[in-house]
């Protein structure tokens, strides 16, 4: 049979049921891969495959468009296949937890997972967003979160999880939580409050708040703020709102969107008109995924080389 060279844009769970039917020959064959839903925006494909060319390594990335409802099923198919491993992204994160053999000590803290390593049939669990946040804001801004006071939005969430855990571990001068479900943000302060019970701090503000998405709310809030983030999904459709509108950011605010896309989102654009910087979520997806690269190979990421795929 002759080898197919290129990969369908987006396989899905009957693909995996059916591996070798779909995918049986495809050349290099697909031992990577991202679930999602939705996927078709993910760059992954497109910096994991310039990082395996570059190291010559004889396997490619996809993508695989993974419903709420199919996860358990898209991993129990997993373990059977010869892949090495996979990346989860929205909704998975948290849900892909659960279904994990084993888990590092990032998975752990934040409840949530983006990087599985499969071994002997077993999902092993790991979490890169966090140091991939933190590397992606040093990167942007030439600051370091522990030295800021952050919002973060969308604290309910895998990837909010992750950075909160994240910001705490970096000791960041205080942490605002925003989350539609309020109870999910409260919950989470309830668990960061130990690392947020020392002096530190430049002001009247408690340094660890969960803040209701109300204007008034956040209005007080932002005074008391330097970064602002974006964990939310909002920005995905162009037609969504801003996370935060224009009217309620200031001069000195920093705006990072995890989302990416081809075009500003609208919370960049408020940031753009209320005069404060802003930077989309590409940095974090390459230095996140650089990281994923090094868990599965157990060697350095050839980062030059996945930062050019992303014409960064
Ligand atoms: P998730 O686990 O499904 O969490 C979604 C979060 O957003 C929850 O806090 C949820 O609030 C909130 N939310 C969802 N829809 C909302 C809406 N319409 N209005 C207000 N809040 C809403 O998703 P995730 O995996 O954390 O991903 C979140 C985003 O981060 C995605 O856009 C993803 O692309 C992005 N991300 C980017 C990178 C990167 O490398 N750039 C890495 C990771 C994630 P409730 O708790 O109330 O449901």
Not at 184 to 194: Q, Y
Not at 272 to 278: C, H, K, P, T, V
């Amino acid at each position: 049979m002759k080898k197919k060279k290129t990969t369908t844009e987006r396989y899905t769970l009957a693909d995996l049921e059916n591996w070798r039917e779909a995918a049986g020959d495809v050349d290099p064959p697909i031992r990577l891969g991202v679930f999602g839903d939705p996927v078709a925006h993910s760059l992954s494909p497109q910096i994991q495959n310039a990082a395996l060319k570059q190291c010559d390594i004889d396997m490619q990335y996809a993508r695989f468009h993974i419903r709420a409802n199919e996860l358990r099923s898209a991993l129990r198919f997993l373990r059977e296949l010869d892949f090495i491993g996979i990346n989860l992204t929205v909704p998975h994160k948290i849900a892909g937890f659960e279904q994990l053999d084993e888990a590092d000590n990032r998975a752990m803290r934040a409840g949530a997972v983006n990087t599985i390593r499969l071994r002997d049939k077993k999902l092993i669990g790991s979490n890169t967003d966090g140091e991939g946040f933190v590397r992606a804001i040093r990167s942007e801004f030439s600051v370091d979160v522990r030295d800021l006071r952050v919002m973060l939005i969308g604290a309910g969430g895998g990837t909010g999880h992750t950075i909160a855990w994240q910001c705490a571990l970096e000791n960041c001068e205080r942490l605002a939580l925003v989350n539609r479900t309020l109870e999910k943000a409260n919950a989470l302060a309830k668990r960061l409050g130990p690392f947020f019970a020392g002096p530190r701090v430049f002001g009247p503000a408690p340094r660890l708040e969960v803040v209701p998405w109300d204007e008034v709310a956040l209005r007080a809030q932002l005074a008391h703020v330097d970064l602002i983030v974006n964990a939310t999904p909002l920005g995905m459709n162009p037609s969504d709102p801003s996370p935060i509108p224009a009217r309620l950011l200031a001069p000195h605010h920093i705006v990072f969107d995890t989302v990416y896309g081809p075009s500003r989102t609208s919370f960049l654009r408020a940031a753009d008109e209320a005069g404060g910087r802003g930077a989309n979520g590409l940095s974090m997806l390459l230095h996140q995924g650089a990281l994923s690269f090094s868990i599965w190979f157990d060697r350095e990421a050839p980062i030059d080389a996945m930062r050019a795929a992303l014409a960064l």
